[in-house]
């Protein structure tokens, strides 16, 4: 099983950046997915989530209407735009990967720093 996230970096506040995470190993159509993001010194928070049709989505309140979660199953790709980033949503975003049927199946990707910053 694996999750690779890409597509963070540096950008300086009101700016964007999509984040991508492409899976491999399990049946991705079937997760519900999920990104949660940790600064430094803080717990990790979860940021959206999606269910595995991409019908239902949830945020967080703090990136409600800046950030957008998406999937495309037949990728095995999850997605998360972001727009008019503050300094705030500084961390590292993760992956994951959730489904229970019997027992808990919960995958984490390693890790994409965002950086927002003048």
């Known amino acids: 099983v694996q999750l690779v996230e890409s597509g963070g970096g540096l950008v300086q506040p009101g700016g964007s950046l999509k984040l991508s995470c492409v899976a491999s190993?399990?049946?991705?159509?079937?997760?519900?997915m999920r990104w949660y993001r940790q600064a430094p010194g803080k717990e990790r928070e979860l940021v959206a989530r999606i269910d595995s049709v991409g019908g239902i989505t949830n945020y967080a309140d703090s990136v409600k209407g800046r950030f957008t979660i998406s999937r495309e199953n037949a990728k095995s790709t999850l997605y998360l735009q972001m727009n008019s980033l503050k300094p705030e949503d500084t961390a590292t975003y993760y992956c994951n990967a959730f489904y229970f049927a019997l027992k808990v199946y919960d995958y984490w990707g390693q890790g994409t720093q965002v950086t927002v910053s003048s």
């Open positions: 190993g399990f049946t991705f159509s079937t997760y519900m």
